[in-house]
């Protein structure tokens, strides 16, 4: 049976309704009105379709519309750019509305006992810890670097969007979905190349673990890691397709959760100047008080064998569990260092904050 959401009505009436259709409203809201009619700052405070009506009718010179010239040219690749960014919106956005609606099937059909309906909020402040664990969540990771470059004059500010979707195979096993959708501003990251803003390459990774933890109370996965070349900007992503292989390790015993997350990339294709060829190393260690609220270490590690130089930032972090309503979330701040890494990446300091959405079965 699918899930049921409440929805009140523009007469005030409430009724309930399948939660596929409050999705699918949901994308059509992000479809006919964010993704064509909603006022953008970076354009001039019009939507695309303005955009593009504005060059199509402001252009009277020769070579413009009329006339195939130099003018015509430019305004011609002007608006094939805006549409292309707006076609990878809309693919990012049916991306989410598709593992929306696969999480709300998986939710009725995932047979671990990780959280229940009923389950005390420490066991649930407990799963949130676990990057496989069998229940859905939406980590939304807002991250600032700044003395980005040789100059260290850049910045960067970047929003993952990261959904994880569990879905049951069978009695023993899980597969874990993880999708990481970077949306990036930055500002001289690039010297002489200014500022850009949208989608960056996103990162697929699925895990198969074990329902249950070893006897010893390990739990684990492993699985595939899978890189696309999503950018909305040259300057965003690496436009390669990569693939590789990926898994987590962890225990949790005694308040204490520690582990590690590791995967390695190679490019198998794409037109991008540089290979892919890098290794991730996420060791984690976190410690959760009685009133759920968890302090931690970690360092999100990047070796490049290609230039061969590491980038280790170390990250300081605090999170608390807390309910609005029925609705349980975790909210975490930190400050990190980068202690190594290339002179084209951020020197110093940095700041993390991030709100995660946890949806117990």
Not at 86 to 110: C, E, N
Not at 232 to 260: C, I, M, N, R
Not at 265 to 285: A, K, M
Request: include cysteine.
């Amino acid at each position: 049976m699918p899930a049921i959401e409440r929805r009140v009505s523009p007469d005030g009436a409430v009724r309930r309704c399948a939660r596929v259709e409050v999705l699918a409203d949901g994308f059509d809201y992000i479809e006919r009105f964010c993704n064509l009619r909603r006022r953008r700052f970076t354009i001039g405070q019009v939507g695309p379709a303005g955009f593009e009506r504005r060059f199509a009718t402001q252009c009277t010179c020769p070579g413009g519309p009329e006339s195939p010239g130099k003018a015509g040219k430019e305004i011609t690749v002007r608006k094939l750019t805006t549409n292309a960014s707006h076609w990878q919106v809309s693919i990012a956005a049916a991306l989410f509305a598709a593992l929306a609606i696969a999480g709300a099937d998986a939710r009725a059909q995932t047979g671990s006992g990780v959280a229940s309906q009923s389950d005390s909020d420490a066991e649930v402040a407990k799963a949130a810890l676990n990057p496989i664990a069998a229940m859905i969540s939406l980590p939304l990771q807002y991250n600032y670097d700044r003395n980005i470059g040789p100059q260290e004059a850049g910045h960067r500010h970047l929003l993952n969007v990261q959904p994880v979707i569990p879905f049951s195979l069978g009695q023993d096993w899980n597969l874990i979905s993880r999708t990481i959708v970077p949306l990036i501003d930055q500002d001289d990251v690039v010297p002489g190349t200014g500022g850009q803003s949208g989608i960056g390459d996103i990162t697929q990774s699925l895990f198969f673990s074990p329902k249950k933890a070893s006897a010893d109370g390990w739990i684990w996965g492993v699985g595939p890691v899978i890189y696309l070349p999503t950018a909305s900007d040259d300057l965003l992503g690496a436009d390669k397709w990569g693939l590789g292989p990926t898994a987590v390790f962890l225990k949790q015993e005694h308040g204490w959760t520690y582990g590690a997350l590791v995967n390695h990339l190679w490019s198998v294709g794409g037109s991008g100047s540089s290979d892919i060829n890098s290794t991730f190393l996420q060791p984690f260690l976190q410690y959760t008080t009685n009133t759920l609220t968890t302090f931690g270490v970690n360092t999100e590690s990047t070796y490049d064998w290609e230039s061969r130089k590491w980038s280790v930032p170390i990250q300081f972090l605090v999170s608390q569990f807390f309910r609005i309503g029925d609705q349980r979330l975790s909210l975490q701040a930190g400050a990190r260092y980068w202690a190594e890494g290339p002179d084209s990446g951020p020197h110093g300091w940095g700041a993390r904050v991030q709100l995660t959405f946890l949806f117990p079965k």
